[in-house]
């Protein structure tokens, strides 16, 4: 029997937070309120989360920026709340790696489809290894600083990522050794924003092949399994 999945819902309104807890329970999940960022991390620390309907207009720390930080230091699939007006912000939002969004008003069925739907896609993707270290990562001549989202070679240069790349060479730190097909990798740095057939992230490992690979041509970091994906060779280490 499958655990039943926990959800946090983080809201500084207190009765969409308790309209959104008991439709959830209702519909067979756990659910946690938090009415701000420090709450919700406390909750997660707590407990294991399985995904996260974060509200982005919030005082304090508002919805993007905890978002940005969970995708710094987690998988946790994430799922924006946003206004109708707040185009833009769903825009970032999806750049810094929400797997989805509803818009106010909303209705809780449709929530209810889309957390089921991202579970569903996290679900099929191969688990990282384990929660990434808070500070820097290591791994063959490069040191990767998530907080600063920069990759520093050994003479202490920085190489330029775009938020694509950065996405990308995370989603590999966390899972070297797994192979990971185009589809999953797209469901890892793109979410809602990438397409069934979209081939895009063959030129994104060709470009950040560029930037980390001593030979591009021949690859030893980020490996092509003909027929399966692609496969991060590497060894991973926390970095000073």
């Known amino acids: 029997m499958e655990p039943t999945p926990h959800i946090l819902v983080v809201d500084d309104h207190r009765d969409i937070r308790d309209l959104l807890g008991k439709y959830l329970a209702k519909n067979g999940l756990r659910v946690s309120l938090a009415e701000n960022a420090a709450m919700a991390r406390r909750l997660m620390r707590a407990a294991a989360?399985?995904?996260?309907?974060?509200?982005?207009?919030?005082?304090?720390?508002?919805?993007?920026?905890?978002?940005?930080?969970?995708?710094?230091?987690?998988?946790?699939?994430?799922?924006?709340?946003?206004?109708?007006?707040?185009?833009?912000?769903?825009?970032v939002g999806l750049e810094i790696g929400a797997d989805d969004y509803v818009t106010k008003p909303f209705n809780p069925?449709?929530?209810?489809?889309?957390?089921?739907?991202?579970?569903?896609?996290?679900?099929?993707?191969?688990?990282?290894?384990?929660?990434l270290p808070e500070g820097r990562?290591?791994?063959?001549?490069?040191?990767?600083?998530p907080e600063r989202r920069e990759l520093l070679a050994e003479d202490g240069l920085a190489v330029p990522l775009s938020t694509a790349e950065f996405n990308l060479l995370s989603a590999f730190l966390k899972r070297p050794g797994v192979v990971l097909?185009?589809?999953?990798?797209?469901d890892l740095t793109s979410g809602r924003a990438?397409?069934?057939?979209?081939?895009?992230?063959?030129?994104?490992?060709?470009?950040?092949?560029?930037?980390?690979?001593a030979d591009p041509k021949q690859p030893r970091l980020i490996k092509t399994v003909w027929g399966g994906g692609y496969l991060f060779a590497a060894s991973v280490g926390e970095g000073s």
């Open 49 to 91: 989360i399985d995904l996260v309907v974060l509200d982005i207009m919030m005082p304090g720390e508002d919805g993007l920026a905890l978002c940005r930080d969970l995708r710094a230091t987690s998988t946790v699939p994430v799922i924006l709340v946003t206004a109708m007006t707040e185009e833009m912000d769903r825009v």
């Open 109 to 131: 069925r449709e929530l209810l489809a889309r957390i089921k739907a991202v579970l569903r896609r996290s679900n099929a993707v191969p688990q990282a290894r384990d929660r």
């Open 137 to 145: 990562l290591r791994f063959d001549r490069w040191l990767l600083d």
């Open 181 to 186: 097909s185009r589809e999953q990798l797209l």
């Open 194 to 213: 990438a397409q069934v057939f979209d081939r895009s992230i063959d030129n994104q490992v060709s470009r950040l092949r560029r930037k980390i690979e």
